[in-house]
């Protein structure tokens, strides 16, 4: 009886199936098929006799970050920083988007958004040479700027508490003009009759932005925030390693999961210790999305991922 | 009709990248052309060879961390060229950034690709190509067909480069032991400007520092970056350090090379009294505040924002293209003790276990020792285009050539030998001075751990867990920023959490071991 | 009536185009740096640090690029990558975020499983580089540059959003005139995607642009290289060849190590920057407009 409906259900939509056929070819093939490598994390990874035939040794490999007692400080940091990133980021992103869409001289707009994409493309190496220029100590310009205003400079780089702060407006410099572009191409997707609608009945530019378009970009942002949940125990290091680096005065702050184990395994590179950190990391992101999905399907009809 | 024919594109496509996907599963993955050769074999070098029998083509193939230098391929003809009845190789030498040369060359050694020859070392893991057979030791194949190798070797240098009483790798370095760690480049210039004589001590180095930060505005007296282990490690000469980088315990060595206490690093005295020292230049001020934020201290040195970093002469030039007249100086805070070394070189050219022709790779590799001018033509290039031999051991441009447009062969990859490297004849006499220093045995003190070999397999966990805090709790305070009051007593704490000792009595255990054995 | 609804307006437009003007000054600065600095001569910036308006300019680090014979080549490869990559990827992309947009079937959910499960756990490098080196063959080949990476799950979800935007009866009206799923992907969808399609191709197209891992992994055979590969070479072997001891004399305070740093990147932003505006026509209002009375 089951096979029944699995095949009538396939022939009575079997192009879309076929559609989809590729896609999943593709993902079998390159994501499943290598994905027992995943067993490494529970071996005793050694280069000569390759993934099969290394010994088994259960959760050792876990122990390092476990029994270090630091475990929770660095996941909490982790988990906050993105949830951080998440709520501002997303918030600028919309914010921007919707202010783009409001602008009407062509020119103005193309040239702000081509702009605004450009910090995508910086590299945060390049980004920290900027913040130092900025934040260091004597010759920083922001301290500068304070003295000659009869202020103390401050020690910014041995003050952990500013930090979140500061990776977050950097984060959200970086990533505004990149989630513009997603959140515009959605906005201008939206029925002009519905907006039409809202100014016969009399609704101001802000009303319309309030009912209609923010509305409207629910099942966009929804979808976007469960992707990121997904990470969220994934540390940014290109950022925080590349910003922070080894300055231990601001680790209490901003130390993530990611960061600590580079700087665990940095020197001895064990495949199996750090593939078993990343499969807890995965682990946990992926029951933090059933989660948050579940959510999603309750409140709102649209943007859950499955 | 525009969405049909994309459609169309659309199918095509799949199409082709179904079938070309296919076809390339079909395909043998092709390495080594065995293309057989109609020249007869006539080698002078290969004495060993009874047989005159037509040898197949056969490739070297190596990789190497780098960028391939600018006429590499000439280069290589050449080279290839001049073997060509004898060995007839066809070398293939890929270069990979350093930045990534790690995690390519363990996952192709794991992959099990073809890969004769590469670059290895104990800080990146040579001991775990060592352990698990991955790579093969050299001494029957040089002794057999690497003669002239082993002769161009100072006695010295093959001897404390062995691991586990083998060659496992061919050790590369142009001199036969590094320059003493008690050294510290300043500015000689300005040492002289406030009438002090050349400094001696840690004191008159304080004395320099305070004078820097007294007379001269707009600059630091030190900074370096944080992320390196202090290059102010211990007040003592001469040390060993077990362990990796972000892990280990400092061994003092006596003045006659043999091993002092073995000791945690916070109850070693040498580093307590470094750490204070550091401390108090903290607070004086002669410290960058911002020192563990610094990425890059040698910059700041040679643009003249830094009155000390741990440069070498070769980059004297760019600081006094900054500030002119600047002058780049050693200071040498341990001028009576002479340094201890195990002579021990920091890179291996290792041979893969897998190797199809050891013999002929050997073969060749003897081939750069036989004569000067095959170790001058990988390492300079073609002679006359890419360099000129200047006499006696040395070489310079060749004129109207520019030097950032020519042939730089990273020589310490894969050939590097103190008897037959060459020094520029723009050296600096300071640099020719540190040269001609670290070649000469008799200026070095025989350390006792010559030839030792630690194994870091067992404490693997340990060396993690500490490594992930050691910034917190050694590194703060080696940048002067934490008061060793406190910090030493945190240090303690935290790092014994994290199974320091363990690593404390492992390098005991070994050490003794070793000791032992001799 | 009139007067309070212009001031008003004025206000609000002022203060959006003021933000992001503000928004705008900040992002073109740092890159204004980066300019400047591939264009500074490398002693200033030794002295100096990067400046806004450089005391001396110099081509030095666009020069020691462009020397490299290899740069032409690898331009080619880049685009012939990027472009042929993106296509490749729109088309596996979009007819697979069509299928999981379609609401109510059956399994359409857990195929939607399937594929984020993979944004999260992977099998690592080793396994993968052993699946496409000895099994598929696909090393220095310039397949290896492009199927490895042809579906992103991110840009798939993503377009699945963008395509469950369109009304549903337009549909409806397509499947009662007899049409089947794939036309109505190619001549309904498809065309009325346009700013979809051209955010998730730009995405597309600047990974394949940017990427260079795929190349450090399986090229080994020279004029496979791409662009980023090269310059990543580039920009690690300057910085080696400032710390070598075969010392150039008299030209070593010149070795644009700094420089290069910034003009890498420009190249690499460079041809984006000044594409990126021309492709904007393509995001402007879809043809949903009107489509649908009543």
Redesign the interface.
Known sequence: MKRD??LS??SR?K??????L???V??L??????????V?AFKDF??????LGSPWNGF?NF??FF????AWKVTRNTIFLNSMFIVFITFFQVF?AI??N??RNSL?K??????????Y???WI?????V??FL???TGAVNKALNSLGHEGI?W??SPKLWPAILVVLNA?KW??YGV??F???I??F???FYEAAIIDGAG?LQQIFHITLPLLK??II??TI?AV??IFYGDVGLIYGII?????L?STTDVIDT??L?????????G?S?AI??WQ?VM??IL?LISNKLANKYEN??A?? | MKRYFLKIIAVCMILTMTVSMMAACGKKGGENNQVSSTTEVGTAAAAAETTAQPLKEYKITALFPGDTPLDFDKVIAQAEKQVKDSLNVKLDFQFIPWADYGNKVMVKMTAGDDLDLHLNAPWLHMNQMISNKMIQPWDDLLAKNGTEVLKAFPEQMIKSNKFNGEIWGIPLGNVIAAAKTSLYAIRGDLREKYGMSPIQSFDQLEQYFLKVKENEQGMVPATWNASQFSLFLTTDANFYQFGQNNANVLIPFNADGSVGEIKPIYEYQGFINMVTMLHKWYKQGIIDKDVMAQKDGKGAYLSGKAAYSNVDFVEEIKLQGAVPGAKMEKADVHPDVKPVSDFKMWNFLCLNAKCKDTERVTHWYNWIFEDQSHYDLLQYGIKDKHWVDTGAGTYDLPAGVDATNNYTFPGYVLLWNPNFDRISAQSTQAMKDENAFCKDSANYTQSALTGFTPDYEPIKNEIAKVGAIWAETILVMAAGVVDPEQGLAIAKRKLEAAGYLKIVEEAQKQVSAFAAAK | MTIKKNSAEKVYYTVIYGVITLFSILCLTPFWLMVTGSLTKESSILKNGYQFFPDQWSLAAYNMIFHSQRILKSYLVTVEVTVLGTVISMLLTCMLAYALSVRGLKYTKYISMFVFFTMLFSGGMVPWYILITRYLHLQNTILALMLPYAVSPFWMFLMRNYFRGIPDSIMESARIDGANDVFILFRIMLPLSLPSIATIGLFYGLMYWNDWYLSLMFIEKEGLFPLQFLLRSLVSNLMNVAASLNPKMSVMQEIPAYSVRMSTAIITIGPIILLYPFVQRYFVKGLTVGSIKG
């Open positions: 409906t699995f259900e396939v939509h192009f879309i199936y076929l559609l989809a590729p896609g999943i593709f993902f093939v390159f994501s499943y098929l290598p994905m027992f490598g995943i490494i050694q280069m000569g006799k390759g993934i050792k122990e390092f029994s270090s007692g630091d921007f202010l783009l409001e602008v103005f193309r040239i702000t958004q081509s702009i605004m994409f450009l910090p493309f910086m590299s390049i980004v920290s040479v900027i130092m220029g260091g100590s004597d020690a780089f041995s410099w505004s003009g572009i997603i515009l191409a959605t201008v997707g029925d002009i009759s530019k099942p966009t979808i976007l992707l997904g990470k680096g080894d300055n231990a005065m680790f600590y184990v700087r665990a395994l940095r020197t001895s590179a064990d495949l210790m593939t990343g499969l995965s992101g992926f999305v649209e943007g991922l499955f």
